[in-house]
């Protein structure tokens, strides 16, 4: 997983900067995300949790919520410098996630969001925090399809220009191998060959309006994106569309997948 933060594209960058632009990402899906676990997940108090990439901590605040004191929740990451203070039942291990877990089969749930799709190789992660699932304990990924993110109106001025400024980008993402722009698409047939059972798949699409906070959030992830691949004059085409008010778009997808643990 070292290699994770030398491809990660936000690495280097200021930890205050980097800090603020976690929080908002896991602010903006914290809802979407809660919604799925809910529907997918039976909690119960005393529940063992684990997640990996714990990044701001958000999600582990609201696992220890649903588990209680007499609950277990660790959080995993190769950088816990973002994760703020573990309070019971919180826990935290800065380790690697390729590592031989330090508590095998001992977890209810484990749980990943947009972790899987930065990884080198995403069939060994998804293998190595099986390990740390209990049998008939459950997997939950969630990563992301950038390859749906379009124009939604495309008689729209500019469409056409956005589309193709945004092809370029995923194609420049898809080269370089920091990420693959459709990676969520896979996730569910990985976690198949994973081995694990009743594996469900479900999306949080949504139309996004240009100018919104959330607009204007993709906007800068594009410029990070495509400064450092090489595509920063198309990135800023990008993001010049997003932050157009009245210009409306496709986001990209939240492939949100479960696994069952035989």
Known sequence: MAEFAERYFASGRA??????????????????????????????????????????????AWFARKV???????????DLSHAGRAEPPVRLIEADLYAP???????????????????PDPARAIAS??????????????????????AADKQAAGADDFDAALDRVRSAMDR???????????????????GLLDVREDRFERIVEGGSS????????????????????????????MRRPGFRFHDQALVRVTGRKG
């Open 15 to 60: 930890v205050e900067d980097e800090r603020d632009r976690l929080d908002r990402l896991a602010a903006f899906y914290a809802e979407p995300t809660q919604r799925w676990l809910e529907r997918a997940v039976v909690f119960r108090p005393g529940m063992r949790i684990m997640e990996a990439g714990a990044g701001s901590g958000a999600m582990l």
């Open 101 to 119: 877990p330090a508590e095998p089969e001992r977890f209810d749930l484990v749980f990943a969001r947009l972790v899987i799709e930065h990884l």
């Open 214 to 241: 959330w607009a204007n959030f993709m906007a800068e992830n594009n410029l990070i994106i495509g400064e450092l691949l090489g595509e920063a004059e198309t990135a800023r085409r990008v993001a010049a569309f």
């Open 129 to 150: 925090l099986a390990r740390w699932l209990r049998p008939g304990g459950v997997m939950a990924l969630a990563d992301l399809d950038c390859s749906v993110a379009a």
């Open 176 to 194: 370089s191998g920091l990420v693959e722009a459709a990676f969520g698409a896979r996730l569910p047939r990985l976690m198949q060959e994973a």
């Open 68 to 78: 209680g004191e007499g609950g277990d929740v660790l959080g995993l990451d190769i």
